[in-house]
């Protein structure tokens, strides 16, 4: 029962996260820019990080060193702005569905500078997980849906996110909820479902652990 737990529990951010790039375009077809949605959404999130910290008696810092903080430091500048925006600029310029899968390939990045800079194995089950996962990626390249004004493959490169292995199905969330609530503006066409589908399948395996050992 604890398991079904812990899935339910994993599915509420999964539903969320699929959901947020879908009101993030309505808001931008409605005249908004991505500037303007990642500044409303940092103000939000802070707002309700400082509650909850008020709520919950604050967070000590006392044990945190000047490294330690000054690398939190570059996370916030490289994620929650630089990545921010980039996500907001995906949705804008190629739809909330394709953006919303193309998010999920950080994976493949996060192997990859874990390989060259913290010296991790890649085996045998991330290495596959890559491959499916840009196989998703190529399936979306040329699904010709998305935003209806179109698109270049180039354009893949603003999505960036945060995944695991349940949260990662969202999405197959996102494409669900703009193939109902953004139909005046987006096109899910059969390319976006299976490059997502990839995509989904492919980021489980890379951030799943590995069972079949060591490749590099």
Do not use: C
Not at 47 to 57: D, E, N, P, R
Not at 86 to 103: D, E, L, Q
Not at 151 to 161: D, T
Request: proline content about 4%; hydrophobic content about 60%.
């Amino acid at each position: 029962m604890a398991e079904l737990d812990v899935v339910a529990l994993a599915l509420v951010p999964a539903v969320l996260w699929g959901f947020s790039p879908v009101l993030s375009k309505r808001g931008m077809a409605a005249g908004g820019h991505p500037l303007q949605a990642s500044l409303v959404v940092v103000v939000v999130d802070s707002s309700v990080y400082w509650l909850a910290m008020l709520a919950t008696g604050g967070v000590d810092f006392g044990g945190v060193t000047l490294w330690a903080l000054s690398v939190f430091a570059v996370a916030g500048v490289i994620g929650t702005a630089v990545g921010r925006i980039a996500v907001f600029v995906g949705v804008h310029r190629v739809g909330a569905s394709v953006n919303g899968a193309g998010i999920s390939t950080r994976p493949v990045f996060a192997t990859l500078i874990a390989l060259v800079w913290l010296g991790e194995p890649v085996g045998a089950q991330t290495a596959a997980g890559i491959v499916v996962l840009v196989a998703g990626l190529v399936t979306l390249a040329v699904s010709r849906g998305g935003d209806l004004s179109g698109w270049s493959a180039w354009e893949l490169g603003f999505p960036v996110a945060v995944v695991d292995p349940i949260a990662v199905t969202a999405p197959l969330f996102t494409t669900v909820f703009a193939y109902f609530l953004l139909r005046d503006v987006e096109r899910i066409t059969r390319g976006i479902v299976l490059g997502a589908a990839l995509i989904v399948a492919g980021g489980a395996l890379i951030v799943g652990g590995d069972l079949l050992g060591p490749v590099i």
